[in-house]
């Protein structure tokens, strides 16, 4: 069993930046995965990081603004949201996925944690 807390939510205005934190209660070994959702939206995409070569992906919408990165030695992915948007506006969750290299798929991924609400005002 694989535990995921998240961390690092809060109020930030647009064009400001937040640092969300996923510790795992074990070397989660295979990549992890960000995800949001909005209050009557889909789940979807955000970023994904593979544990042992740190190699990173991530949706369109915020290519070039966050930057997914990994502590091996903590357990620890962090997400670095930077030029934050109102439309970034939702619960981030991270997870970890069945594969090496994580993918845009929310069914690839077993483990999930609680959820960082992140809400950026306009």
């Known amino acids: 069993q694989v535990q995921l807390v998240e961390s690092g939510g809060g109020l930030v205005q647009a064009g400001g930046s937040l640092r969300l934190s996923c510790a795992a209660s074990?070397?989660?070994?295979?990549?992890i995965g960000w995800f949001r959702q909005a209050p009557g939206k889909e789940r979807e995409f955000v970023a994904a990081i593979s544990w042992s070569g740190g190699s990173t992906n991530y949706a369109d919408s915020v290519k070039g603004r966050f930057t997914a990165s990994r502590d091996n030695a903590k357990n620890t992915v962090y997400l670095q949201m930077n030029s934050l948007k109102p439309e970034d506006t939702a619960v981030y969750y991270c997870a970890r996925s069945r594969a090496m290299i994580g993918d845009s798929d929310s069914r690839n991924y077993v483990y999930w944690g609680q959820g960082t609400q992140v809400t950026v005002s306009s």
């Open positions: 074990r070397g989660p070994y295979n990549a």
